[in-house]
């Protein structure tokens, strides 16, 4: 069989099935392993929540298509919106919920743009930033970034390829380098966007999981942003709903049009239970934002202080729920540190290079494991000679 050629690069195999099938081999060997690796959230959701997708599940009229979302979801969406970052939106015309941001990214671009257009995306990034626009036989742009800094310089950026671009896909908090940004910034993005008319999506999934008095803001507050720019965000991190799979398209109304009518032919609308699950997590009981907010926070502190304490000094992360760290000099890349790392002490992390040829020499390490599996990947790594300068 033949490959269509948009489909070679996206049928290699990804790295997160690579590490699990190390991390497979070494439990069939009888080793301890602790995995950092894949950024699935560990924490139970609301009972409130839990509770309500329980009881709809239950009543056999939620089992017809849902065709689209209910009033009820666009709503608690907006109204999440308006309470958390100041934001008006239309829930008519300017909320679509998607299957979780993953979906909204891998097909976002089939709505926006044509063959051959021009996605300016983050490298290092998160693989679906630039699996979507390959789906859609896009041109990737690494966008630049600032010395020392994962944030975008605009500066950088010829004019002769931001002429020609349709999309820029931004993410901050970002994954995998978790660098913040500040209102200026998305005051640049604006002004950079509006003066080459190109469109943005600015995916703020990790907008919850910020630390040491750190709140992180919304692309969709700055002044224009609507006009050429849309938002995605998601239950998975904010709420532990992962397994659900709820998100939402927020802002530029055209854009969100587009969304919506390449969506009505790929499925017939969230389950009507989830929907209603979701609604409740959004204008319920928001104490289980704060209670994740510092459970992630304590994990951050050990894995970082107890990484410091063997010479494996890294800066602590202001959000997200992972720790970029560069890697030990004398490793020559980051592949081939995650696999010594690995082999030797049973902690899995991320290569950095899976996220772009600028994420080497780094791995990326998901808070995802219970504090006491931490406290003993941090003691295997001292246990190793992997921070010796050989």
Known sequence: MIYPQRMKKLMAEGIFLKLYEIKKRLINE????????????SFAPSKNAMETLSKE???????????????????????????????????????????????????????????????????????????????AQNILYPMPCRENSALIDFDKIPPRIARKAKLMIVSYPNNPTTQIADESFYRQLVAFAKKYDIM???D?????????????????????AKDIGIELNSLSK???????????????????KCISAIKS????????????????????D????????????????????????????IEKPKATMF??????????????????????????????AAFGKNGENHVRMALVAENSDIETAVKNLRKSDLFITK
């Open 323 to 352: 720790v970029w760290a560069e890697i030990p000099e004398h490793f020559k890349n980051s592949d081939e540190f995650a696999m010594k790392l690995a082999s030797e002490t049973g902690v899995i992390v991320t290569p950095g």
């Open 30 to 41: 009888g080793k301890s392993v602790v995995d950092l690796s894949v950024g699935s959230p």
């Open 265 to 284: 032919h790929m499925d017939y609308g969230i389950f009507i239970p989830v929907q209603r699950c979701a609604a409740e997590a959004l204008i319920g």
């Open 57 to 135: 599940c239950l009543n056999p009229d939620n089992y017809r298509y849902a065709i689209t979302d209910t009033a009820e979801l666009r709503q608690a969406a907006a109204s999440w919106y308006k309470r958390r970052f100041q934001v008006e939106l239309n829930p008519e015309s300017e909320i679509t919920s998607l299957l979780g941001s993953q979906e909204g990214l891998a097909h976002i671009c089939l709505a926006l743009t044509d063959a051959g257009d021009i996605v300016m995306v983050h490298d290092p990034g998160y693989p679906i930033y630039h699996a979507g626009p390959q789906i």
């Open 200 to 202: 943005v999506m600015h």
């Open 204 to 224: 703020n999934a990790y907008c919850e999981l910020t630390y040491d008095g750190y709140r992180a803001g919304s692309f969709l507050n700055t002044p224009g």
């Open 286 to 313: 928001q104490s289980i934002v704060e209670k994740t907010r510092s459970a992630y926070e304590h994990r951050r502190n050990i894995l970082c202080d107890g990484l410091a304490s063997i010479g494996w000094n």
């Open 238 to 256: 904010t709420y532990n709903l992962a397994g659900i799979r709820v998100g939402f398209a927020l802002g530029n109304s055209r854009m969100i």
